[in-house]
């Protein structure tokens, strides 16, 4: 049974991810930018990016994994590219200052595009696509991964899912926002398989002898999981590493670190870009097309099983509707470990 949850207004939740976040240590500007891509996850019911990863952003900076004082400065630039160093500080304000930057090289240039290396957690990835389309960008970001997937064929992992996402901005519907990762099937739903005593669908996943498996606790002990559209994905999957871990000059495939490791700094890489559609067409003519395409869309009769034919990110738009005009709602469980952190910090518990 799910724990009780609580309605609170997304204002409040972001006055408080910011408290605790500076009182962790982390500077004021980024604390910041790491509140507010928690609450977006939050509205859009992302819970697992949201404002438990406070928890992880003190567990690791404790432990050492991860640095809360980071130059941001680039140290190399051209006129539409950039290189960071985030130095092992959180991935969500390497990313979402990365793009504030390749949005900047965009308006002078019509492309902008920064390349990130050593980064810790980089969460949600349609957060950093949404900072290019609040700034009229179509917006793209990918980041590697701890490795979880074999190569297309193989059996022994090398590859993480790299998750990635694109945003684009629209004026009579919600922006489009595809955010995915390269793996047939994800982790949380391979957790709730397992507790559930759930099969696995066939192609998803690989046990500890190399072998298709559909048993999830199987699957989860051995942690190989198979790429969607088989060697598509798989395919897609080795690009991605390119664009991030070869680029960034750093750790590729199987030297990123998994984030459970609190003491060892992740390696991450992350390559983010902003595009500026008025370099083709006048950005009224160009909403006007993605709402038409929306729209043709949406009008695309269902087939049996479907309700209605949707585009990406109309779900979780519904949902941050409906958070920001009730609130988002919080298990109670969550907000005790919140006033529990708050306790130890010195931060006052506003509820």
Not at 128 to 140: K, N, R, S, T
Not at 190 to 213: F, H, I, N, Y
Not at 219 to 236: C, I, N, V, W
């Amino acid at each position: 049974m799910s724990p009780p949850r609580i309605r609170i207004p997304a204002e409040q939740l972001h006055s408080l991810a910011l408290a605790l976040l500076e009182a962790i240590g982390m500077p004021p500007a980024d604390a910041a930018i790491a509140a507010g891509a928690m609450v977006w996850n939050e509205l859009r019911g992302a819970a697992g990016h949201g404002l438990g990863r406070i928890l992880q952003v003190q567990e690791r900076s404790g432990a050492g994994g991860l640095n809360l004082e980071v130059d941001w400065t680039p140290i190399r630039e051209s006129p539409s590219t950039a290189l960071i160093d985030a130095q092992n500080g959180w991935g969500v304000v390497a990313g979402t200052r990365a793009m504030r930057i390749a949005i900047d090289k965009a308006r002078l240039n019509g492309i902008g595009t920064v390349v990130v290396r050593n980064s810790d957690v980089t969460s949600a990835m349609g957060y950093y696509p949404h900072v290019a389309v609040e700034a009229e960008m179509v917006g793209l970001a990918v980041t590697n991964s701890l490795p979880l997937m074999p190569p297309w064929g193989g059996s022994e992992v090398l590859l993480g899912n790299q998750a990635f996402a694109i945003g684009v901005p629209a004026s009579s519907h919600p922006p489009l926002v595809f955010d995915s990762s390269t793996s047939a099937f994800n982790m949380g739903r391979m957790r709730q398989a397992a507790l559930s005593g759930e099969r696995l669908p066939p192609g998803v996943a690989l046990d500890e002898t190399g072998a298709e498996t559909d048993d999830a606790e199987a699957a989860l002990a051995a942690l190989r999981l198979l790429p969607m559209g088989g060697h598509r994905g798989g395919g897609l999957a080795i690009m991605w590493e390119v664009f991030t871990g070869i680029l960034a000059g750093r750790r590729s495939t199987t030297e990123v670190v998994g984030m459970q490791q609190l003491d060892r700094t992740q390696g991450l890489s992350l390559y983010v870009q902003a595009l500026d559609p008025r370099s083709f067409l006048p950005y009224e003519e160009f909403l006007f097309r993605v709402d038409r395409l929306i729209s043709q869309i949406h009008a695309n009769p269902p087939r049996e099983g479907f309700d209605r034919v949707r585009v990406p990110g109309e779900r979780k738009a519904e949902f941050e509707a409906d958070y920001r005009r009730r609130g988002v709602p919080v298990p109670t469980d969550s907000l005790e470990r919140l006033r529990t952190l708050c306790l130890d910090r010195g931060v006052v518990w506003p509820w």
